[in-house]
C-alpha cells in the first residue's frame, strides 16, 4: 500500500479500517484554526506566564524494582532532588528515571519498522519498552520483526488494545507521581479519534493505576515539564479549550487542580507547522534547562523572531533549584512543509535518541548531537533516522511516551 503524507490526507478524522497511517494533525487542529476567537483573545494569552498563589514547583523521586531490571541508570541528574519534595504528587520530567517507555507500535511495525527496531535496539537494555498494539497480529509482526533485526525475544514487552494512531505521545496518559511512590492516570479529550481517546482507561486496567479524567481537550505533544511544577504548552491548546465555553482561569485551575503544575508558560506557535505542539521546537534537559529551537532569520525570519520570543520568555522563569538557563538549537530545514525538529527527542535513563535527517543535512545533524552532548556529559547520545516519521507531522517524542512508574502486576504480554 502506498503511503500518504500525513499532512495532506484527507481522512484524518475518519475510520482506518483500510490500513493507512494516521497523521498527527486531525480535526483538533481544525477546530482550532477555524475556531471563532477575538483577536483580543489570542492576544491575551500570547506568551503568557501563568503563576499559581501560593505554590511552588513540587518533586520527588523513586522507582521500584522488577523481575526484568533494565540496565542500571547512569548518573544523569545534575543534583540530587531534595527528600522534602516528595511529599507532593507531581509530573516527572522525562529526564528522571523512568520505568518503562511505551511505543505506539501499531503503526510503526506496519510503516516504519527499521525506525522501530533501531529505536528497541538502542535502549530494551536501559528501559522496559512497551509497544502498543491493536491485536496479535500485530505483536507477532512486531516480534517477528525484531527478531529479524537480531533483538532478544524480550526485547519488547506488548499490551494489546484497540487503538488506531502510533502518535501515543498525544492520546497517551499523563502519569503523576504520587506521596506513597505510586502514579496514576490524567485522561483528557483527545478529539476527535473516539478509538484512541478510549486507550488511557484501558491502559488504566492495564497498569492497575487510577484514572483521573478532566475535562480538557489537549494533546500530550502540547504540554513538557521540568518536573518541578512548570509546564511549557502553546497558545493552541488555551484557544482550542476556550473555544469549547471555558474561561482561561478555568483552564488553569484545571491545570494546577489535576496536573499539580505551579506554573504554566503559554508560548507562541511556530507559524506554519500544522500541529502547534511545544515538543517540536522545546524539550527540557533538566529543571532548570530548557532547549529550544533556532532559525537563522535569512532562513525563516518570521518563526526566527518567534522561537527568539519564547526563547526570552523562558529565560525569565526562575526554577526552585535557579533562574532558567536556555540553550539553543539551529533547527533543520522544513523545506517542502516538512516540520523537522532536533527537539523532539526520547529519553532512556541515560540515553538520549535524537532525530536525524540524513539526507537532508547531516552537518546539521551532527551539530544537533554536539549541543546534546554539551549539555548532558553523562548521557549517551544517539542519532536515529525519523525522516519515514517526520512526513506524518511528529518524530521520536511523538511515537513514545515515558512511564515513570509501573507497577509489577502491570498486565503486560511478550
Known sequence: MAKQNGRNRQQSDQSTSDGSEIPRSNRVRTIL???????AVALAVSSLVVYFPGGSPRTKLASTQRAMTPAPVMPHLQRPEPPALDAQPRIPAEFEHQDALLLGCNELVQFHPVTLCQIVGEIYERIRVIGLVANDEQRQQAIAVLQAYGLPRDAMHFIIVPVEGMWVQDYG????????????IVNFDYLPREVDNRVNLALGTRFRMQVDSVPLAMEGGNLITNGRGLCLTT???IQLNLSRGMTL??????LHDHFAFETVSMLKMMAGEPTGHVDLFATFVAPDVVVVGDYPTEIDAENAKILDDNAALLSKLQTPVGPMKVARIVMPSHAGSVWRSYTNVIFANGKLLVPQYPNIDPASDAKALEVYR????????VGIDASS???????????????PWLPDDADLVL
Open 33 to 39: 484554526w477555524n475556531c471563532a476567537l477575538s483577536a
Open 173 to 184: 496518559p499523563i502519569f503523576v507521581r504520587t506521596p506513597d511512590h505510586r502514579a496514576h
Open 235 to 237: 497558545v493552541g491548546m
Open 249 to 254: 482561569e478555568q483552564i488553569k485551575k484545571l
Open 374 to 381: 554539551s549539555l548532558l556529559p553523562d548521557w549517551e547520545v
Open 389 to 403: 516519521l517526520i512526513v506524518k507531522q511528529g518524530a521520536l517524542h511523538c511515537i513514545s511516551l515515558n512511564v
